[in-house]
């Protein structure tokens, strides 16, 4: 008696089925090829200056990539997470708790997402260029707040909270031996957010929500679910999560600069597209956008080490996204 066998399925379905996969190549084929080129790449210092900027940067590309997965766009994150950070040190500053002051700074920029978010919905004009416009005010508005210049945290004793947030893992780089090794507790924070959201995302009703309306609005509205309060609410994580990473890049530097965050948003959207995330929407993982921030981030640092001029980095990066893109449009 003869057995019928399953058919087996095609690279090209389990690639689609599982975009992380083509990420995961991706990072480690740059691996090797730094490892190999770049002297110091494989040192307990280079590795943690990778992991600790992906974690913060990291921190805002999640809350970019759900948005993205609703089929919308913030332009607008780097003006956020400026804000966020001046807003924690004017408050710090004025003398209230580290505590206090953090939570009015996540209110504030959860507060910018909420009207970003209120906007889109409101008038139908694509965030793209919502948000575009969005970009330049919150800018505007942490040059106003922080008068044009630093804001810096003023009193000598450092804040527990400070070390909680983004202080440095101090068994861990000693376990290093390198003197320059630098493993921060950002890290921690941003491994718990990517858990969180991950289950949020694949294991929630909220989450199903996200994909539907992403993929495809009309018949995620005929079937129930709130299409424009879930748009508002992503919109609000977004400028949160992007504030998040405000207040947690000010407890390392203690210093807060009207550039800061400026050109941000374009590498969080860039680590979502290398990571799986569709421009169009309703595809897209969490932990495929941590691998496109750590490929970015292992980028620019393997380039550095290298010696190549930054423009050199921004190329790349840009080619890497062309590929990314591609890739995803045909699977």
Same mark, same amino acid.
């Given at each position: 008696?003869?057995?019928?066998?399953?058919? &087996?399925? *095609?690279?090209?379905?389990? $690639?689609?089925?599982?975009?992380? @996969? #083509?990420?995961?190549? !991706?990072?480690?084929? =740059?691996?090797?090829?730094?490892?190999?080129?770049?002297?110091?790449?494989?040192?307990?210092?280079?590795?943690?200056?990778?992991?600790?900027?992906?974690?913060?940067?990291?921190?805002?590309?999640?809350?970019?990539?759900?948005?993205?997965?609703?089929?919308?766009?913030?332009?607008?994150?780097?003006?956020?997470?400026?804000?966020?950070?001046?807003?924690?040190?004017?408050?710090?500053?004025?003398?209230?708790?580290?505590?206090?002051?953090?939570?009015?700074?996540? &209110?504030? *920029?959860?507060?910018?997402? $909420?009207?970003?978010?209120?906007? @889109? #919905?409101?008038?139908? !004009?694509?965030?793209? =260029?919502?948000?575009?416009?969005?970009?330049?005010?919150?800018?505007?508005?942490?040059?106003?707040?922080?008068?044009?210049?630093?804001?810096?945290?003023?009193?000598?004793?450092?804040?527990?909270?400070?070390?909680?947030?983004?202080?440095?893992?101090?068994?861990?780089?000693?376990?290093?031996?390198?003197?320059?090794?630098?493993?921060?507790?950002?890290?921690?924070?941003?491994?718990?957010?990517?858990?969180?959201?991950?289950?949020?995302?694949?294991?929630?009703?909220?989450?199903?929500?996200?994909?539907?309306?992403?993929?495809?609005?009309?018949?995620?509205?005929?079937?129930?679910?709130?299409?424009?309060?879930?748009?508002?609410?992503?919109?609000?994580?977004?400028?949160?999560?992007?504030?998040?990473?405000?207040?947690?890049?000010?407890?390392?530097?203690?210093?807060?600069?009207?550039?800061?965050?400026?050109?941000?948003?374009?590498?969080?959207?860039?680590?979502?597209?290398?990571?799986?995330?569709?421009?169009?929407?309703?595809?897209?993982?969490?932990?495929?956008?941590?691998?496109?921030?750590?490929?970015?981030?292992?980028?620019?640092?393997?380039?550095?080490?290298?010696?190549?001029?930054?423009?050199?980095?921004?190329?790349?990066?840009?080619?890497?996204?062309?590929?990314?893109?591609?890739?995803?449009?045909?699977?």
């Amino acid at each position: 008696m003869r057995t019928q066998t399953l058919p &087996v399925r *095609s690279l090209r379905y389990v $690639l689609s089925e599982y975009s992380e @996969v #083509v990420t995961l190549i !991706t990072f480690a084929l =740059i691996f090797v090829i730094f490892s190999v080129t770049a002297n110091n790449f494989l040192t307990a210092s280079a590795l943690f200056n990778i992991v600790t900027f992906a974690s913060v940067y990291g921190i805002m590309a999640i809350g970019v990539a759900i948005l993205m997965i609703t089929g919308e766009f913030d332009l607008s994150v780097g003006s956020v997470l400026a804000v966020g950070s001046y807003v924690f040190a004017i408050v710090i500053n004025a003398g209230y708790s580290a505590w206090i002051a953090m939570v009015v700074a996540l &209110v504030v *920029s959860a507060l910018l997402g $909420l009207i970003n978010g209120w906007i @889109v #919905v409101a008038t139908k !004009t694509p965030s793209f =260029i919502v948000t575009l416009g969005t970009l330049l005010a919150y800018r505007g508005i942490a040059r106003f707040i922080g008068g044009g210049d630093f804001a810096y945290y003023k009193e000598s004793q450092v804040p527990a909270l400070f070390k909680i947030l983004n202080g440095p893992v101090t068994w861990l780089n000693q376990l290093a031996a390198d003197p320059s090794a630098n493993m921060r507790y950002s890290v921690v924070w941003c491994i718990g957010l990517v858990i969180l959201t991950t289950i949020l995302m694949t294991r929630t009703r909220l989450g199903n929500w996200i994909y539907a309306v992403g993929g495809n609005p009309g018949a995620a509205l005929a079937q129930g679910v709130p299409v424009n309060r879930v748009k508002i609410l992503c919109f609000a994580l977004s400028s949160l999560l992007a504030g998040l990473a405000g207040v947690i890049q000010f407890a390392e530097l203690k210093s807060v600069d009207p550039l800061r965050g400026f050109g941000l948003e374009l590498i969080a959207v860039s680590a979502c597209v290398i990571g799986g995330v569709l421009l169009s929407g309703g595809v897209g993982t969490i932990t495929g956008t941590m691998l496109g921030m750590l490929i970015l981030t292992m980028l620019q640092q393997g380039l550095i080490l290298l010696q190549v001029p930054l423009e050199m980095f921004q190329a790349t990066a840009g080619l890497i996204i062309i590929i990314a893109v591609v890739i995803n449009s045909k699977l």
